[in-house]
């Protein structure tokens, strides 16, 4: 998984990461996707991406790479650049070991009533990091409602527990406009063995931006030199002075249309079990520009932003279909749309549906739904007396690329991603 080298640094952060980054034994992406998601956490209360004030650009991101390979180094140096801006609410909103749906509720919640208790304010803001997240993920996989709540606390919404009470002292617990935010660190085995497919599908792992580390050379003397950032501390100033609503200049909302409209054709493009992963491609770009606005203490999002912002959306999007690219492992189990495109994929001349079902497991409906969202195409035959029975194909020639079987070969990420061929052509 190569390409980190294509994102661009931007602004104090991207500027303070490259100060610090000779000096240290880890790609220089990784503390930037730290740092990002640690600033998100901070202005999380304060900047908002609509009018009505309640999504805010959060930013989740797991550092992806093999033991030994600076994950850790690059939170180090994260927390070194963040020190003088929002290092104190990193300290005090900062968690780790959450390994179940109730637990994360329940952590937030008592947050939000200490704050409101001491301030008068009710602070939702949580960073959960996570250096073993391959603990998390195997503890939390007997759990389906934590998935849930990571999808809750992208979308900023409402988290409940629906525990029943143990005592009268029990009270429901419920936190509205939650602002919890990730960082998380896996090796691309764990990844592959532990993030689930079936959980892709309901939208939970493509709020989470995975980054592909590159190797980098060893070092001799390895110490963090200090680093200005005046401009960062005056950007939180700003940021935390009053409420801001973010908006795009005309010709990064051009850019934006277009990353929306490449969104689409990828996701018909890629196989189901890829597809899942990058669903918010576009979303999550104008989040990550919204933070470099903010980062330089302005709410108009420019074209420059963007730009920047879609160099490291296009790494994870690199590093997530690299990861995925084998389709469900044994660990995961096969949806019945992952069986259809396998059956049609090893009989490319077509299927009976009576035949197709029996054999994919799925139903009617299944296939219905997959034709009307362009993954496979039928046309009726009659072969003998009796009704026309309808013959399912992989779509080949209809205007769209070929979806192959899970576990097959695919093209190359950069001849199928219209985003990224977006970026390149803007």
């Keep these: 998984m190569n390409g980190s080298r294509d994102v661009e640094l931007y602004g104090p952060i991207g500027d303070a990461v490259k100060r610090i980054a000779p000096y240290v034994e880890t790609d220089p992406v990784g503390i930037y996707a730290a740092c990002l998601s640690m600033w998100s956490m901070a202005i999380g209360n304060r900047v908002f991406m609509d009018a009505g004030r309640r999504r805010s650009p959060l930013v989740s991101t797991a550092l992806v790479a093999d033991t030994g390979t600076g994950k850790g180094v690059s939170l180090e140096a994260s927390r070194h650049i963040m020190a003088e801006s929002i290092g104190r609410d990193i300290e005090l909103r900062e968690t780790s070991g959450l390994t179940s749906g109730a637990a994360l509720v329940d952590h937030v919640y008592r947050q939000m009533v200490k704050t ?29 409602s934590f998935t849930s709540k990571i999808r809750h606390c992208w979308d900023c919404a409402t988290l409940r ?61 390895r110490k963090l030199p200090p680093v200005d950032t005046t401009r960062l501390i005056d950007a939180w100033d700003w940021a935390s002075s009053e409420r801001h609503v973010m908006q795009l200049t005309t010709s990064a909302d051009n850019l934006n249309w277009v990353l929306r409209r490449g969104e689409r054709v990828l996701l018909k493009a890629l196989p189901a079990h890829q597809g899942d992963f990058v669903a918010r491609t576009a979303e999550q770009t104008t989040r990550v520009a919204a933070l470099l606005a903010t980062s330089e203490g302005t709410d108009r999002i420019t074209r420059a932003h963007m730009n920047a912002a879609v160099t490291f959306v296009r790494h994870s999007v690199r590093t997530v279909l690299d990861l995925t690219k084998d389709g469900p492992g044994k660990k995961a189990k096969a949806t019945p749309e992952d069986r259809v495109l396998a059956e049609l994929g090893r009989h490319p001349g077509g299927m009976r549906s009576a035949v197709l079902q029996r054999a994919s497991g799925a139903l009617a409906h299944d296939l219905q739904s997959m034709e009307e969202r362009g993954l496979i195409m039928h046309r009726e035959i009659k072969d003998g007396p009796g009704r026309p029975v309808k013959l399912y194909q992989l779509i080949g020639k209809s205007g769209l690329l070929p979806r192959p079987a899970p576990g097959k070969a695919m093209p190359s990420a950069g001849s199928v991603n219209p985003f990224l061929m977006a970026l390149q052509s803007a």
Excluded: C, M
């Design 161 to 221: 527990n629906t525990t029943k009470k143990k005592s009268e002292n029990d009270v429901p617990q419920e936190v509205r406009n939650a602002r919890v935010v990730f960082h998380t660190h896996i090796t691309p085995s764990d990844w592959r063995k532990f993030v689930s497919f079936t959980d892709a599908a309901g939208g939970s792992f493509n709020r989470i931006l995975p980054i592909a580390l590159d190797d980098v050379p060893l070092l001799r003397k």
């Design 116 to 144: 409101e208790e001491a301030y008068g304010i009710a602070d939702t803001r949580v960073l959960v990091i996570e250096e073993e997240w391959r603990e998390i993920l195997e503890r939390t996989s007997r759990d389906s």
